[in-house]
C-alpha cells in the first residue's frame, strides 16, 4: 500500500541546546492548512542519538518539508511521526542565497510502501572541498516526517518541480543537476526490522535532468547487509533499473528504434559502424569493425539513424575538437553564437562542465602554436595568398611547406625555453660512449650556442618575441636539456624501454623464441655478428640469466601494405627491429629490416651501414612505432577495449554491488573520449588517416593486430610480461632498467594485495563468487556481447582469485597502461624527428637514388634529406597539437592515490 502524509500536515522543527549541551528535539505543534486548527498536539524531548550526517548544519529551522496531496491517513493520532533530516550533496559550483534547491522525492520503504515530498530549501547551503581549489560543490539540507517504523529502502528524485528547475537554469548547465550524494539522519530512535535505526546514506553520483522521470537512488548498504541483500522489494527495484538501463521492458521500443535524447540512460552494444562518412562518396567508406572479417571490441549503441539502404551509421558529429563539448558549455555557446551537438552520451559517463571547460581549453592552447604554420600549409599554392606566405616566412614565423633543416624544426618552440635548452652546449643528460655509437649525425649536427641566433649564426639580440609564444611549443621532456642524444643508438633503445610505448619490445630468451620472432625475416647472423660482442643469435638467445637480446616486431602492418608505393601520398612500412644489451648496460639497435610494398623485398639496416642510411632506417622504424602506438598500444588496448568493461558494469552490476563500486572510478570519463575519438580522430579523414603512414587502412590494420594479438589473460602486466619475456620462472622482472616494468609490477602488486582484502571482505568463500548472479552476468556480458569476437584468452570467473584478477587487469589497463602510453605522448612525439607520424618515401635501398644521395651528404644537406622522409610542418604540427591535448592532465584527475573517493569509502 502507499501510506501518504496528510496535506492538512505542516510540520517544522528546530534543533536547540539545553544546560548540558546535549542535542535535544523540540517538536512544534503543527498548524491546519485548511481549518487553522492544530492537527497534532503531541510534543516530546528527547536526546539526539544520532549526530548530522558528514558537513551537516545542525541548525535546521528553515528547510521544510511539505507533503504532496494524496489521500489521507485515517487517524494521525495514532501515528508516531519521526523527523528526519535530509543532507543532498550536489556539484553547483555557484553560491548564491537567492538560489534555492526544490525537489520532488519519493521515499519506499523497505515493505514497499512509498511516501512523496517536496523538498525546498530555504537557508544559505554550506561549501563542500570535491578534492582540489578548483572544485566547489554545496550541501543543502531539508526535513521531513516519515512514521515511525518506517524504514527507507530508496528514494526516487524528480527535478521537476519549478523550484529547482529555476535554480538549474540560473547555474552554468542548465537543465542538469549532478547529486553526490543524501544523507537521510532520523533525528528521534526508530523502531527497525534490521537493527539498523542510524542514518541511511544513498549514494549517487550521477545527474537528474529535467529530460528525465523519477530517478531511483537504492540505499548503500542494499548489498553489504545480509538481511537486506535479500530484501524482495530492493531486488525488485535494482531489477527494473537494471532493465530498463539495458533496454528491456518497457524501454525496449525508445532503445532499439528511437534515437537517443540528452535524458536517455541506456547501454546497448554495438559495432563500429560509424567512421565512414557519407557512403554515397566511395572515399568515405571504411569497413565495419566487429564480426568475422574485422574482429573488434563493441561500443556503445548510439542509435543516429543509418545512411539511407546502407548498414552504416552516421558519424557522431563534424564539429572540429575545439566545438565538440561547446554543448555541454552552454555560455561558451553563447559567445560563439553557435550550437553545436556532441554526440550522445549518457550523462553520467560523460564529461561535467568542469571537464568540459579544461577539455576545451587544453584544445585552445594545444592548437595555437599550429596557426601559422597551418595558415601557411593553406596559402600554399594560392597565388593571391602568396605575399601572406612569404611574409609569414620572411619573419620566420612558419616553416613553409617542408622544413629545411633541423634549426627549422627547432623554430617551433618557445625561443626561451630553446635558448634554455641548448645553454647546456654539447653535454648530454647521459654519458654515451664513442665506441659503436652513431653519434650526431658523423659529428654534422650543428652546435648550438645559447648566445647564437640559431637560423643566422649572428648574435642574438634582444628578444623580441613578446606575445608571439603563445604561438609556439613548448620544448618536450625528452630534449629539454639533451638535445645531444635523440639521434643515438643508445637513445633509441631506452625509449623502448621507458618511452611512451614500452609494452611491444620482447625478450629473446630461447632458439625456439628467436625462431618464431624472425620467422620470414631477412635478417641474418652475418648481418650482424660483428655488433653482438663476440656473440652469436644462438648463444644470446639461450642465456639463462637475464636476456640480452630483444626484438621489436611490426611485421604485422605488412598485411595492408599497398601493392605499390606512393599511391596516396605517404609510404607505411612493416618492420622488425633487433635490439642487443652491451656489456656496458645500453640496449641499442643491432638491425632494422623494413619493406614498404608486398612486391618488393625487405631491406636490413645495421650500424655498418653508411651512417646516412642509418639514421633514416632508425627514423622511419619509429615513425612506423608511432602509428603502431597510437592504433593500438593506445587506442585499441586502452580505450576501445575498455569501454565495452564500463557497458556491461552499468548494464548488470547494481550501483550498491561492491564491485560495481570498485570497478567504476576506473572507466571515468571514457565513454565521451572515445565517441570523440570516433568523431575526430578515427574516423574517415579524421587525425590519424590525414597524418599517419597507415591512412584510410588504419583502423582496418588495428582490427588485424587486435584479432592476432589480444587476450584478457596477458593485459595484467604481470602477464603481459612474462609472455614477453621479461619475467622468470620464479616470477622476477629479468631485466634492471626497464622503469615501465619496475614502476608497473610496484602498482600490479599493490592491485592484487587491495583488491584481495576488498573481494574476500564482501565474498566469504568461492561459492558467493557463483552464486552471485549479477556478478556472473556482468562477466559473462563483457566477455560474449563486448568482445564477441574473441573466443579465447579469458580468465573464468570461477572464484575469488580469478575475480582478483579480471579486476585487476581491468584497473590496469584503464590506469596505469593508459598512463604509460598516454600522458607521455607530447614529452617524446613532440619531437617530430624523432617520432614522425608520417612517412613520405620508402626507406632507402641500395643502388637508388635516394641511398646515393644520402651517402654523399653531410651537415645541413643531410638534414634537410632526411626531413624529405618525415612529416612536413603542417601535419607536423597538427599531430604535435593533438597529442599534447590528449596528455595534458585536467584540473579534476583523479588519482590511484587520491583521498577522493566517489564511491568507496577510505576505510583501513
Not at 588504419?698 to 587486435?706: D, E, G
Not at 583488491?755 to 566469504?764: Q, R
Given at each position: 500500500m502507499m501510506i501518504t502524509v496528510s496535506s492538512t500536515l505542516w510540520r517544522c522543527f528546530t534543533v536547540s541546546r539545553v544546560s548540558n549541551q546535549r542535542s535535544v528535539v523540540r517538536v512544534h505543534p503543527g498548524t491546519s492548512r485548511t481549518g487553522g486548527g492544530t492537527s497534532d498536539t503531541r510534543s516530546s524531548n528527547f536526546p539526539l542519538g544520532f549526530g548530522p550526517a558528514p558537513g551537516c548544519s545542525e541548525k535546521l529551522g528553515t528547510c521544510h518539508a511539505i507533503a504532496m496531496p494524496g489521500p489521507p491517513v485515517a487517524n494521525l493520532d495514532d501515528v508516531r511521526m519521526i523527523t528526519w533530516n535530509a543532507a543532498l550533496r550536489t556539484h553547483v559550483p555557484a553560491l548564491d542565497d537567492n538560489i534555492n534547491i526544490g525537489l520532488d522525492i519519493r521515499v519506499v520503504s523497505l515493505e514497499g510502501e512509498s511516501i512523496q515530498a517536496i523538498l525546498q530549501s530555504t537557508q544559505k547551503p554550506e561549501k563542500y572541498d570535491r578534492g582540489n581549489e578548483y572544485l566547489q560543490g554545496r550541501i543543502d539540507q531539508f526535513a521531513f516526517d516519515l512514521p515511525d517504523g518506517f524504514e527507507p529502502a530508496a528514494v526516487f528524485i524528480n527535478d521537476r518541480n519549478d523550484q529547482g528547475s529555476a535554480m538549474f537554469r540560473k547555474?552554468?548547465?542548465f537543465e542538469y543537476l549532478?547529486?553526490?550524494d543524501m544523507v537521510l539522519t532520523p533525528l528521534a530512535p526508530i523502531n527497525s526490522s534490521n537493527g539498523n535505526s542510524g542514518r541511511v546514506t544513498f549514494t549517487a553520483n550521477s545527474y537528474i535532468s529535467v529530460y528525465q522521470d523519477e530517478r531511483l537512488f537504492v540505499r548503500d548498504d542494499a548489498w553489504s547487509n545480509p538481511v537486506l541483500r535479500q530484501n524482495k522489494e530492493i531486488n525488485k527495484l535494482q531489477e527494473q533499473e537494471l532493465q530498463a538501463i539495458r533496454g528491456e521492458g518497457d524501454n525496449a521500443t525508445k532503445a532499439h528504434l528511437q534515437p537517443r535524447t540528452d535524458g536517455d540512460r541506456i547501454y546497448r552494444f554495438a559495432k563500429y559502424d560509424d567512421l565512414g562518412g557519407n557512403p554515397n562518396d566511395e572515399k568515405n567508406i571504411r569497413p565495419i569493425l566487429g564480426g568475422t572479417e574485422f574482429p573488434y571490441p563493441r561500443r556503445l549503441d548510439t542509435n543516429r539513424g543509418y545512411w539511407p539502404n546502407t548498414s552504416y551509421e552516421k558519424p557522431p558529429t563534424e564539429a572540429s575538437v575545439f566545438e565538440l563539448w561547446l554543448s555541454r558549455l552552454p555560455l561558451l555557446n553563447r559567445l560563439v553564437n553557435r550550437t553545436v551537438k556532441a554526440p550522445w552520451v549518457p550523462n553520467d559517463d560523460n564529461f561535467d562542465e568542469d571537464k568540459a571547460r579544461g577539455f576545451v581549453g587544453n584544445a585552445v592552447l594545444g592548437v595555437l602554436p599550429s596557426v601559422l604554420t597551418q595558415l601557411d600549409a593553406l596559402f600554399d599554392g594560392n597565388p593571391l595568398l602568396q605575399p601572406i606566405e612569404r611574409l609569414l616566412q620572411l619573419f620566420k614565423l612558419a616553416p613553409g611547406n617542408a622544413f629545411d633543416d633541423l634549426a627549422e624544426v627547432l623554430s617551433l618552440y618557445d625561443k626561451k625555453q630553446v635558448v634554455k635548452t641548448m645553454a647546456q652546449g654539447d653535454a648530454p643528460s647521459i654519458a654515451i660512449p664513442s665506441a659503436g655509437s652513431s653519434r650526431d649525425f658523423g659529428g654534422n649536427l650543428p652546435r648550438f650556442n645559447a648566445k647564437v641566433d640559431i637560423k643566422t649564426g649572428k648574435k642574438r639580440g634582444k628578444d623580441t618575441s613578446g606575445g608571439l609564444d603563445l604561438l609556439k611549443y613548448d620544448v618536450p621532456r625528452s630534449i629539454d636539456r639533451r638535445l645531444q642524444t635523440w639521434d643515438t643508438d643508445e637513445e633509441f633503445g631506452r625509449l623502448f624501454l621507458a618511452g611512451h610505448n614500452p609494452v611491444v619490445i620482447q625478450a629473446v630468451n630461447s632458439n625456439e623464441r628467436l625462431l618464431k620472432l624472425l620467422r620470414?625475416?631477412?635478417?641474418?647472423?652475418?648481418?650482424?655478428?660483428?655488433?653482438?660482442?663476440?656473440k652469436?643469435?644462438?648463444?644470446?638467445?639461450?642465456?639463462s640469466d637475464a636476456p640480452r637480446l630483444f626484438i621489436v616486431d611490426y611485421w604485422d602492418f605488412y598485411e595492408c601494405l599497398p601493392e605499390s608505393n606512393g599511391a596516396w601520398g605517404r609510404v607505411p612500412h612493416a618492420g622488425r627491429a633487433v635490439l642487443f644489451k652491451r656489456d656496458d648496460g645500453y640496449l641499442v639497435p643491432v638491425a632494422i629490416e623494413l619493406v614498404s610494398s608486398k612486391n618488393q623485398p625487405a631491406t636490413v639496416y645495421t650500424p655498418k651501414s653508411p651512417w646516412q642510411v642509418w639514421q633514416v632506417a632508425k627514423a622511419v622504424f619509429m615513425s612506423t612505432d608511432s602509428g603502431y602506438h597510437q592504433l593500438y598500444s593506445h587506442f585499441v588496448r586502452t580505450h576501445a577495449c575498455a569501454e565495452p568493461y564500463l557497458i556491461s558494469l552499468r548494464r548488470q552490476l547494481s550501483p550498491t554491488h561492491p564491485i560495481f563500486r570498485l570497478m567504476i572510478p576506473h572507466f571515468r570519463y571514457t565513454l565521451p573520449i572515445n565517441a570523440a575519438a570516433r568523431g575526430l580522430l578515427v574516423n574517415a579523414d579524421g587525425v590519424i588517416e590525414q597524418n599517419f603512414s597507415s591512412g584510410h587502412f588504419?583502423?582496418?590494420?588495428?582490427?588485424?593486430?587486435?584479432?592476432k594479438r589480444w587476450e584478457f589473460k596477458n593485459e595484467g602486466v604481470y602477464a603481459d610480461l612474462k609472455q614477453r619475456g621479461f619475467i622468470s620462472d620464479n616470477g622476477e622482472l629479468l631485466l634492471e632498467d626497464y622503469p615501465y616494468a619496475q614502476d608497473g609490477l610496484d602498482i600490479w602488486n599493490a592491485f592484487q594485495k587491495y583488491?584481495?582484502?576488498?573481494?574476500?571482505?564482501?565474498?566469504?568463500d568461492d561459492g558467493e563468487i557463483l552464486e552471485d548472479k549479477q556478478l556472473q552476468n556482468w562477466w559473462k556480458d563483457a566477455r560474449e556481447e563486448g568482445h564477441p569476437d574473441i573466443k579465447k584468452g579469458w580468465i573464468e570467473l570461477h572464484n575469488r582469485a580469478n575475480l582478483v584478477d579480471i579486476c585487476a587487469t581491468m584497473a590496469w589497463v584503464s590506469s596505469a597502461h593508459h598512463a604509460a602510453v598516454n600522458f607521455g605522448q607530447y614529452d617524446y612525439s613532440g619531437w617530430p624527428?624523432?617520432?614522425?607520424?608520417?612517412?613520405?618515401?620508402?626507406?632507402?635501398?641500395?643502388?637508388?637514388?635516394?641511398?646515393?644521395?644520402?651517402?654523399?651528404?653531410?651537415?645541413?644537406?643531410f638534414e634537410q634529406l632526411l626531413l624529405t622522409w618525415l612529416s612536413p610542418p603542417a601535419i607536423a604540427t597538427k599531430v604535435m597539437s593533438t597529442v599534447k591535448l590528449l596528455s595534458s592532465h585536467s584540473k579534476d584527475e583523479q588519482y590511484l592515490t587520491s583521498d577522493t573517493q566517489e564511491w568507496l569509502p577510505l576505510v583501513s
Open positions: 547555474g552554468g548547465d549532478f547529486i553526490r620470414g625475416s631477412s635478417i641474418r647472423d652475418s648481418d650482424i655478428k660483428d655488433l653482438l660482442e663476440g652469436s643469435f644462438a648463444e644470446l638467445a639461450v642465456a588504419s583502423m582496418a590494420l588495428s582490427s588485424k593486430v587486435y584479432e583488491f584481495t582484502a576488498y573481494v574476500n571482505y564482501y565474498y566469504a624527428v624523432t617520432h614522425a607520424s608520417l612517412c613520405r618515401k620508402p626507406a632507402p635501398a641500395p643502388g637508388t637514388d635516394d641511398w646515393k644521395e644520402l651517402t654523399s651528404a653531410t651537415g645541413t644537406k
